[in-house]
């Protein structure tokens, strides 16, 4: 216990001193593990929606170093703000959602995913289609979930609505770790990858997870057996 008190007094006299310097570009944060894609330059006040000075930010994490910020995403999945609850100080790490909390029915974020083979996929244009998305974390495993992949393939396939069928599996890894794990070929899948953020942007907790939209964009459901999935009941 004395061990972690004392590394954490020394990450955030570290902080503290960077912040002091002037020079800084990025500060690492998230509770008490460090992040270094965080940049203290993105982060608000919520309340009054002005940008937190680095001498306020300091100030801030040296009287709580587990001071919450919550996260907000782009259509991209990348982080464009922090902010700063004063009235939510005691509170834990937060991650912005997009998705009303994940209930059915609500509307989908309209996101921006870039397949491995250079293909734009934008959720807007995708109205007028079922869509039918997949998470993963990690590449190197795959073969042991081929099967539940193939399963969903082929279900998609044996509904007869194939062609009004859009089908996405979203990697949280790396494009070189996807390339070499999912040596799935015949697929109808379109496969992203790097795409840690938009999992985070949707507040996902488990996976794999799957998630169907109907063709006005809302969030059919969440589902881990694939034999919950009705694509004939589907509007």
């Known amino acids: 216990m004395k061990i972690n008190k004392m590394l954490l007094l020394v990450i955030l006299l570290a902080i503290?001193?960077?912040l002091q310097s002037q020079n800084i570009e990025s500060v690492q944060y998230s509770k008490v593990e460090l992040n270094k894609n965080f940049n203290v330059n993105k982060v608000y006040n919520?309340?009054?929606?002005?940008?937190v000075s680095k001498e306020e930010f300091a100030k801030l994490i040296q009287e709580n170093p587990n001071l919450p910020l919550e996260s907000v995403y782009d259509k991209?999945?990348?982080?464009?703000k922090y902010y700063y609850n004063p009235q939510d100080i005691n509170a834990s790490f937060k991650e912005s959602k997009d998705l009303n909390s994940g209930a059915d029915g609500a509307f989908f974020p309209e996101l921006q995913l870039k397949t491995i083979t250079g293909e734009k996929i934008n959720f807007n244009k995708l109205k007028g289609k079922l869509v039918v998305l997949r998470f993963e974390l990690e590449a190197d495993s795959f073969r042991f979930k081929k099967d539940e992949v193939y399963a969903l393939d082929q279900k998609i396939q044996e509904s007869g609505r194939a062609d009004e069928i859009e089908a996405i599996i979203v990697f949280a890894c790396p494009q070189q770790e996807v390339e070499q794990g999912f040596n799935y070929k015949r697929?109808?899948?379109k496969v992203v990858a790097n795409g840690a953020n938009i999992q985070r942007k949707l507040g996902l907790r488990s996976y794999p997870s799957i998630m169907v939209l109907d063709k006005t964009g809302k969030l059919v459901g969440n589902y881990i057996d694939v034999d919950e999935i009705k694509f004939n009941e589907l509007e």
């Open 16 to 18: 503290i001193t960077e």
């Open 46 to 51: 919520k309340k009054t929606g002005k940008r």
């Open 76 to 80: 991209k999945g990348k982080i464009v």
């Open 187 to 189: 697929t109808t899948f």
